[in-house]
């Protein structure tokens, strides 16, 4: 007995190299330790570890001739561009006349921004007046167009004079908005995917040119930047909803 717990350091040691070990010795240079301690990775630190995967940073111009990362990322940030627009154009808490500008009229000659078919002004705080005396065959289908817009606008046509009282700022009315504020995200995301999709269908055309290994990274690339853009319209849209609801 008095041998084996001289030789138990001695297989701590030799334990080392093939797993992570702590041995405790004691200052006496008679007494050593009952047994070895491993040490365990904890959960939190596997999940960590397991949910984070290596960067992928490729060269631009060693792909060009299987896909143009530049144009690739230009399609996705249009994507996050146009949501911005969304917001902009159709999420402002208070109405004034230059939200109205870019509403679209459709008329039986196309589609047209309403500031194109008629003058917009503010006539005062509480009312907005859209003169369409240049095209007043469109007075109709412009009213229409307000009405129907998600800012909560109850039009009145006077001959080719629109008044557009301003909505009170309710509650409720902020609720909407944040509302479609995430309808226009998820529309973003769904353009987002399309554009992703599109990219890899791309790449997997060049399977018969490119080693296997070169077309894994190209896509792991492909979903890192979508990852990146869709992270990027969550932050949008969370500063969007707080303005919206206060």
Not at 176 to 196: E, H, P, T, Y
């Amino acid at each position: 007995m008095h041998h084996l717990s001289l030789l138990r350091p001695l297989l701590c040691q030799s334990l080392v190299v093939r797993s992570p070990l702590v041995f405790l010795y004691p200052n006496t240079p008679t007494s050593y330790p009952a047994a070895c301690t491993r040490l365990y990775a904890t959960k939190k630190a596997k999940a960590k570890a397991k949910g984070q995967s290596a960067k992928v940073n490729i060269n631009s111009a060693l792909v060009e001739d299987i896909i143009s990362l530049d144009e690739l990322k230009g399609e996705m940030t249009a994507v996050l561009n146009a949501l911005k627009d969304d917001f902009t154009r159709n999420l402002s808490i208070r109405t004034q006349s230059g939200a109205l500008d870019h509403i679209v009229v459709t008329t039986q000659d196309g589609k047209f921004p309403l500031n194109q078919l008629g003058q917009v002004s503010m006539k005062s705080p509480q009312l907005i007046m859209v003169n369409m005396s240049s095209f007043p065959e469109a007075t109709a289908a412009a009213a229409r167009a307000l009405r129907e817009s998600s800012m909560n606008l109850n039009p009145e046509v006077d001959g080719t004079i629109i008044k557009v009282p301003v909505p009170k700022v309710t509650r409720e009315h902020r609720e909407n908005l944040a509302k479609l504020a995430k309808q226009f995200g998820n529309k973003a995301k769904d353009s987002l995917r399309k554009v992703r999709s599109n990219a890899v269908t791309q790449v997997k055309k060049t399977k018969d040119a490119q080693s296997e290994d070169t077309l894994r990274l190209v896509e792991k690339q492909i979903q890192q930047m979508a990852d990146n853009m869709a992270l990027d319209i969550d932050k949008q849209l969370a500063a969007k909803t707080k303005e919206l609801l206060g």
